[in-house]
């Protein structure tokens, strides 16, 4: 097994590299003592991640664990997007007074498949609205359901209704592919952050994103990507 | 269907009446609530379950077959203060709704914040539903013996009117409850509580065992499997 000194693991490319990423803790299942367990993972890593997504019902004690560490990230109707519009603002601001500063909103998906594209508009002014600029929102669709017309329909949708971040998939039972990343970024330009979600699990994966200028990513197995990064590194100096 | 299980109960209408078909995909378009409606009344299913974002829709669909129309509140993570949930019973009986199902929030019950969340989660559930039926989702195979027992005595405490299995989201993420697990529930909950199985059933004889276990109601999209097991249901080619 490779040996790594600090000086590599804690280096600012290898901080800036682990700076991408989200760290779920999420699911019907997750208790008190899980979330407490991951976060400590995070604490114990070294590294700022981007954030750390839990269920709203853990917030609080999240805030209170991570200590700045990293943003606290909850979703908005995850990962279904079929809690009514009034629930889902009530949640957002909810969000907004506990100390929520990122979020996913899961946007209602039968509009998006039924074209009614002013709906998705609609949907997504309302949450700006409310959000007032709080929190940072990634608007999130399921791509992969989705044929190109309408992924680039819904993401317009998002850009009308004020906003500029799309997350492409929930993560729960579909991931985002480079294709899609690809023709977002096609059609858009820079005008929209993409945070690909979901079965990202490989360097090799995370490779494919950066090449269309992704930031942000979501990944339960940032540690053990962090680690190939690192490992990548390691190799290329040795080699250099 | 496998030869050495009869159907049970014995007609398919009898099996109807104990059905709530579901359809709580992520997918789903308004052709989709409309075809369900339509099948409910072809099937003479009572009732339709649907997203809390479906039901004004479905109650458009529904109304005019006489069949009811149930939200999943909070489905299917259910990890929610219990206030903003109630804001979601409101607007499910706005649109339409008669029959409210609502996820708990299991991670805060099995954190111990019994006070803190379950009880009055519960309770609130069955204020602001005002007599209408309202069905308690769990995760039961996340659950141990006692836990198991003891929700079915706060679930009917509360005056809940069903505590329902499992949410059937993503099959294979969380361990299927167990048959072991069902009788544990089925014997808490005597006379005092329904038991209802949510999710997915296949192969459709498995709805045969759970009603035979004791469970009372099934809400599922797996309605024709089931209903084609009989042999004189019309429309099972």
């Given at each position: 097994?490779?040996?790594?000194?600090?000086?590599?693991?804690y280096?600012?490319?290898?901080?800036?590299?682990?700076?991408?990423?989200?760290?779920?803790?999420?699911?019907?299942?997750?208790?008190?003592?899980?979330?407490?367990?991951?976060?400590?993972?995070?604490?114990?890593?070294?590294?700022?991640?981007?954030?750390?997504?839990?269920?709203?019902?853990?917030v609080?004690m999240?805030?209170?664990?991570?200590g700045?560490?990293?943003?606290?990230?909850?979703?908005?109707?995850?990962?279904?997007?079929?809690?009514?519009?009034?629930?889902?603002?009530?949640?957002?601001?909810?969000?907004?007074?506990?100390?929520?500063?990122?979020?996913?909103?899961?946007?209602?998906y039968?509009?998006?498949?039924?074209?009614?594209?002013?709906?998705?508009?609609?949907?997504?002014r309302?949450?700006?609205?409310?959000?007032?600029g709080?929190?940072?929102?990634?608007?999130?669709?399921?791509?992969?359901?989705?044929?190109?017309?309408?992924?680039?329909?819904?993401?317009?949708?998002?850009?009308?209704?004020?906003?500029?971040?799309v997350?492409?998939?929930?993560?729960?039972?579909?991931?985002?592919?480079?294709?899609?990343?690809?023709?977002?970024?096609?059609?858009?330009?820079?005008?929209?952050?993409i945070?690909?979600?979901?079965?990202?699990?490989?360097?090799?994966?995370?490779?494919?994103?950066?090449?269309?200028?992704?930031?942000i990513?979501?990944?339960?197995?940032?540690?053990?990507?962090?680690?190939?990064?690192?490992?990548?590194?390691?190799?290329?100096?040795?080699?250099? | 269907?496998?030869?050495?299980?009869?159907p049970?109960?014995?007609?398919?209408?009898?099996?109807?009446?104990?059905?709530?078909?579901?359809?709580?995909?992520?997918?789903?378009?308004?052709?989709?609530?409309r075809?369900?409606?339509?099948?409910?009344?072809k099937?003479?299913?009572?009732?339709?379950?649907?997203?809390?974002?479906?039901?004004?829709?479905?109650?458009?669909?529904?109304?005019?077959?006489g069949?009811?129309?149930?939200?999943?509140?909070?489905?299917?993570?259910?990890?929610?203060?219990?206030?903003?949930?109630?804001?979601?019973?409101?607007?499910a009986?706005?649109?339409?709704?008669?029959?409210?199902?609502?996820?708990?929030?299991?991670g805060?019950?099995?954190?111990?914040?019994?006070?803190l969340?379950?009880?009055?989660?519960?309770?609130?559930?069955?204020?602001?539903?005002?007599?209408?039926?309202t069905?308690?989702?769990?995760?039961?195979?996340?659950?141990?013996?006692?836990?198991?027992?003891?929700?079915?005595?706060?679930?009917?405490?509360?005056?809940?009117?069903?505590?329902?299995?499992?949410?059937g989201f993503?099959?294979?993420?969380?361990?299927?409850?167990?048959?072991e697990?069902?009788?544990?529930?089925?014997?808490?909950?005597g006379?005092?509580?329904g038991?209802t199985?949510m999710?997915?059933?296949?192969?459709?004889e498995?709805?045969?065992?759970?009603?035979?276990?004791g469970?009372?109601?099934?809400?599922?999209?797996?309605?024709?499997g089931?209903?084609?097991a009989?042999?004189?249901?019309?429309?099972?080619?």
């Amino acid at each position: 097994m490779m040996m790594i000194d600090n000086d590599l693991r804690y280096s600012p490319e290898v901080m800036a590299f682990a700076g991408m990423f989200h760290y779920g803790i999420l699911g019907i299942e997750k208790t008190e003592a899980d979330v407490r367990s991951g976060i400590q993972r995070v604490l114990d890593s070294g590294y700022r991640l981007t954030a750390v997504d839990v269920e709203l019902i853990y917030v609080p004690m999240t805030i209170d664990m991570i200590g700045g560490r990293a943003t606290v990230h909850s979703p908005i109707s995850y990962p279904l997007g079929n809690l009514t519009l009034k629930k889902k603002l009530r949640d957002l601001e909810d969000m907004m007074r506990i100390g929520v500063r990122d979020s996913a909103y899961c946007l209602n998906y039968r509009y998006i498949l039924d074209h009614r594209w002013e709906l998705v508009e609609k949907e997504v002014r309302a949450a700006v609205e409310v959000n007032q600029g709080v929190i940072a929102i990634e608007y999130n669709i399921q791509a992969t359901l989705l044929n190109d017309y309408e992924i680039i329909q819904a993401c317009q949708a998002i850009e009308n209704g004020g906003a500029n971040t799309v997350k492409l998939n929930t993560g729960y039972g579909w991931g985002t592919g480079p294709e899609e990343v690809a023709l977002v970024r096609r059609v858009f330009g820079q005008r929209l952050d993409i945070h690909p979600s979901g079965n990202i699990r490989t360097l090799a994966q995370v490779d494919e994103f950066l090449k269309y200028n992704v930031r942000i990513i979501h990944s339960m197995a940032v540690f053990e990507i962090t680690e190939e990064y690192i490992a990548r590194l390691q190799q290329q100096r040795s080699q250099s | 269907m496998s030869a050495n299980i009869d159907p049970y109960p014995a007609t398919w209408h009898e099996m109807a009446s104990r059905i709530e078909y579901a359809d709580l995909r992520i997918d789903t378009q308004e052709r989709d609530l409309r075809l369900l409606c339509l099948e409910a009344e072809k099937y003479r299913i009572p009732v339709v379950v649907v997203n809390p974002v479906n039901v004004g829709l479905a109650y458009q669909f529904a109304q005019p077959c006489g069949i009811k129309v149930a939200a999943a509140v909070s489905y299917p993570v259910g990890a929610y203060i219990p206030q903003s949930k109630m804001v979601e019973v409101e607007d499910a009986i706005t649109d339409g709704a008669e029959i409210i199902y609502m996820v708990m929030a299991v991670g805060a019950y099995l954190s111990g914040w019994i006070d803190l969340f379950t009880r009055p989660e519960i309770t609130s559930l069955v204020q602001v539903a005002g007599g209408r039926p309202t069905r308690l989702i769990t995760e039961a195979s996340v659950l141990n013996k006692d836990q198991q027992r003891e929700l079915c005595r706060i679930a009917i405490e509360a005056g809940v009117d069903d505590l329902v299995l499992c949410t059937g989201f993503i099959p294979g993420k969380l361990p299927p409850v167990s048959d072991e697990q069902i009788a544990n529930i089925v014997e808490a909950a005597g006379k005092d509580i329904g038991i209802t199985y949510m999710g997915e059933i296949d192969p459709p004889e498995r709805a045969f065992e759970l009603i035979r276990m004791g469970v009372t109601r099934l809400c599922t999209p797996s309605t024709r499997g089931i209903l084609a097991a009989y042999p004189d249901f019309p429309w099972a080619a």
